[in-house]
């Protein structure tokens, strides 16, 4: 059998992070047609691999990367006749995706459509009613993906498949779920060769605080560990990928390694969900890539209780070049309650310290909507804002993803304000409450946004003359002038209304 991993188009003016926000995705407009990072369909990879090992022809068509529309996936499925399509369904791109999914099966009607991801996995009767997908996996992909195509393949039929759901004719069918595999060593090396490997790219100023936003570099990104022990009621991660589990370091490194020495990768993004949940296997990762001599920079995401200084100094002589920390709120009150339940503003700030005091980059990501917001919340967060200085920032609207206990709470308490999983984006707000209304959360964003760009920016101008980096400053005056003009125009405008200068 041909089996084509079918990485689906962007909908148009839009680009899809399909690996976040617990897989569901996030999606932010593309007013332009301008470069940006691009990530790899990493679980596609590992999935291609397992199959190949077993004697399948497989093929990977990363849409995205390539930048295909509709009619260039035409053609590719045309030369590439696969019997089975195998593609990620997320929730932001959801009718895009479903109609690709259409038009595939119009064109061809013989071949058999499977989708996955974590809408597919909270969800399989909805996504398979709203699409001429014929079945959904609604566990691990690669724990699934074996079992499912050799069943395909000997016509024995897939009822026995545990961890999917599937339509025939129109009656669905629901089977019993799959334990998640939880040692991670048993995946075989992902399937790199499947894929235009020269196509991912991130920009060098992401890893580099003397880095170009002009420049990108050769990039991939890994996945180390699966799963978050944290279990914050607004967060999918736990609900998808279940409790934390690890790779091996030698395994970890052992990726990297290939990557380097086969693929020229210069930068890394550690897409784990908690990096550093275990101190001393991120500290054997950084011993093996400094035993084997890789010359490289990497970036991952963590809690910000699950960083000491001792490790982060071993992170950095290990090449870390960027740590991203959830934060979500500023105020003392939320982040204990629900942002960061056992976390203290003080915990974030001396996490944000030590990581500078490595000159590592930081950034920080805050979510707006949390239950409870209010504008002294948002004043709180502000003020963390300006005391932490966070080298970069980034604000995320509260997103109640199906399956999640905030979901359930919505629902109930009537807080949403559209049903349209298309704007499930992170970059529009999807629930309001009484008292901070969908306007407040606009607001507050423009406004979290305007305080990180004035007082950040201004700050390295200051620090670049301080230390008479004359080439930075001009650099720097080039890249920054323009965002501290937005943000000082903007504290101007949003001064002026009562609710933030009172």
């Known amino acids: 059998m041909n089996i084509l991993f079918l990485n689906l188009p962007d909908p148009p003016r839009t680009f899809v992070y399909r690996d976040y926000c617990g897989g569901f995705g996030s999606a932010f407009p593309m007013k332009t047609k301008s470069r940006h990072n691009i990530f790899p369909p990493l679980f596609d990879a590992y999935a291609a691999s397992i199959l190949e090992k077993s004697g399948f022809n497989v093929n990977i068509l990363d849409s995205q990367a390539e930048d295909m529309t509709y009619m260039h996936v035409l053609q590719e499925v045309k030369t590439k006749n696969p019997d089975i399509i195998i593609s990620r369904i997320s929730l932001p791109s959801f ?67 545990h961890g999917i759901s599937f339509k025939i004719p129109e009656k669905i069918t629901h089977n019993p779920s799959r334990p998640c595999e939880k040692n991670l060593d048993l995946l075989p090396i992902p399937a790199y060769h499947l894929l235009k490997m020269e196509k991912y790219v991130a920009r060098e100023s992401y890893f580099s605080a003397d880095g170009s936003r002009h420049k990108f570099v050769p ?100 090449g870390c070049s960027r740590i991203e920390i959830g934060v979500e709120t500023g105020d003392p009150k939320l982040l204990a309650t629900i942002g960061k339940p056992g976390s203290t503003i003080t915990d974030i700030k001396e996490a944000i310290k030590s990581i500078h005091e490595e000159e590592i980059l930081v950034e920080a990501n805050f979510i707006i909507g949390l239950p409870g917001e209010s504008w002294e919340a948002i004043r709180n967060t502000a003020n963390l804002i300006k005391q932490a200085n966070p080298d970069n920032m980034a604000i995320s609207f ?88 937005a943000g000082a125009y903007k504290l101007v405008k949003l001064n002026l209304k009562r609710k933030i200068k009172r």
């Open 95 to 161: 009718e895009s995706d479903v109609n690709n999914i259409s038009k595939i099966k119009h064109d061809f009607p013989k071949i058999i459509c499977v989708g996955w991801g974590s809408i597919c996995k909270v969800n399989p009767e909805k996504v398979l009613s709203k699409s001429k997908l014929d079945t959904v996996i609604t566990d691990e992909l690669e724990s699934t993906i074996l079992d499912l195509i050799q069943s395909l393949e000997k016509g024995k039929g897939i009822n026995q498949v």
């Open 219 to 318: 990039f991939f990104t890994l996945l180390s560990s699966r799963g978050c022990n944290f279990n914050c009621v607004y967060c999918p991660y736990p609900v998808i990928f279940g409790r934390w589990r690890g790779m091996s370091p030698e395994r970890t490194v052992d990726e990297m390694e290939l990557l380097v020495k086969k693929y020229h990768i210069e930068a890394f993004w550690f897409h784990d969900q908690v990096f550093t949940m275990t101190a001393e296997r991120v500290e054997n990762i950084c011993n093996e890539i400094i035993n084997r001599g890789l010359d490289i920079k990497w970036a991952c995401q963590t809690h910000a209780r699950k960083l000491t200084s001792n490790l982060i100094k071993r992170m950095r002589k290990a």
């Open 398 to 485: 509260l997103t109640p993803y199906p399956g999640t206990k905030l979901f359930q709470i919505a629902e109930e308490k009537k807080w949403f304000i559209t049903n349209d999983w298309g704007k499930y984006s992170t970059s529009q707000p999807v629930i309001a409450f009484p008292d901070f209304t969908e306007k407040d959360m606009i607001d507050a964003y423009e406004y979290l946004i305007a305080v990180f760009y004035f007082y950040h920016r201004l700050g390295e101008l200051l620090e670049a003359v301080k230390k008479h980096k004359f080439k930075v400053l001009l650099r720097k005056l080039v890249n920054n002038m323009p965002e501290i003009a």
